[in-house]
């Protein structure tokens, strides 16, 4: 890639973590945000977080029950620096 080139920041919904409170973690990329979305991504939940842009989440039935997940929910979105990946944008 060349510094002119342009580029995509992608992130697997996998990557990002939900916090009802924030935790000292090595990941330092952190959000606060309000949930928007909430669907059936079999055999996860697929959850739509606004953060001034939208970050997708995949998380358990379990882990949507134990954090009290719900549209409108605030909640902490958390990921590594490591989930990043840079791709070229090729249109």
Avoid: Q, W
């Amino acid at each position: 890639m060349r510094k002119s080139d342009k580029v995509k920041l992608l992130i697997c919904p996998e990557d990002i973590l939900l916090m009802k409170m924030p935790y000292k973690t090595s990941a330092k990329n952190r959000f606060f945000g309000t949930v928007v979305g909430i669907s059936p991504h079999s055999p996860l939940i697929k959850v739509k977080i606004d953060v001034g842009f939208n970050i997708i989440s995949f998380i358990t039935k379990g882990a949507l029950e134990e954090l009290s997940v719900k549209i409108g929910s605030k909640i902490y979105v958390e990921f590594k620096a490591s989930a990043v990946h840079v791709v070229k944008k090729i249109f």
